[in-house]
């Protein structure tokens, strides 16, 4: 079988991923694109899986993904969840930086349900498991009821990062039709932390949409359980940038 080659005019693809702690999960989806030699560089997140105790701002993530791209003119840019949030954040105020970004279930679209009514019902259903914690059965069920929020999983300066994130999607929504950057969107059809619905509003919203791919019954990780399918789908964008 000939090897494959390394195409010498394909700019860097960072990975910037969302809302999780272990970088380990990516590792297959890395192993597969470096096997089609795309030249891939992940990017790790502080607070996330780069260990920081202080309270982030959307600016300092913009901040710190300005310092990560540094030195390269060309980058192409995946951002996953609330990886895509910072992208976009990126992309207006840096117009003319990435070629081509790629958003992946991306976070940014404000829910229809209010944040404060989420977090309202997260921390009762907290107070109501709480003197069941010790009971395997329970401990499952509430893991379960609540495992979507983010915002219940987080260490106290992250909650108040997530906050300040959370809040920064109503000024994003503000921006979204004058961010020029070619952008592709790759989505999980089956999704429930970002639905299909937020990826047709960036579709509406977004001037510059170059692609779309729907990962059929596939949610918000296609890293984590279909990282074949995932890459087949970006080699597909990659291809055409």
Partial sequence: MPQKKANPHLSTLYIIHGWTYRADY?????DLLREHKIKVQF??????????????????YVAWLRKELRGDMNPVVLGH??????????????????KHLILL???????????????FIILI????????????????????????????????????????????????????ADIKTPISLIWGQTDRVTPIWMMKVFKQ?????????????IGHAPYIHQPQILVASLLKVLSKI
Avoid at 26 to 30: A, G, I, N
Avoid at 81 to 98: D, E, F, K, V
Avoid at 149 to 172: E, F, G, I
């Fill in 26 to 30: 990516w590792q297959k989806t890395l």
């Fill in 43 to 60: 990017l790790y997140v502080p607070g996330l899986t780069k260990p920081s105790q202080r309270v982030w701002t959307i600016q300092n």
């Fill in 81 to 98: 969840s609330n990886g895509g949030r910072i992208a976009l954040n990126y992309c207006y105020q840096y117009p003319n930086h990435l």
């Fill in 105 to 119: 279930n991306s976070a940014g679209i404000q829910p229809k349900i209010s944040r404060r009514l989420r977090n």
């Fill in 125 to 176: 259903l907290a107070k109501i498991f709480k003197p069941l914690k010790n009971i395997p059965l329970c401990q499952k069920l509430a893991h379960r009821l609540i495992r979507s929020s983010d915002y219940a999983q987080a260490p106290k300066n992250m909650k108040k990062t997530l906050h300040h994130l959370l809040t920064s999607d109503r000024v994003l929504a503000k921006r979204l």
């Fill in 205 to 217: 919203k977004l001037p510059e949409i170059r692609t779309t791919e729907i990962l059929k019954d």
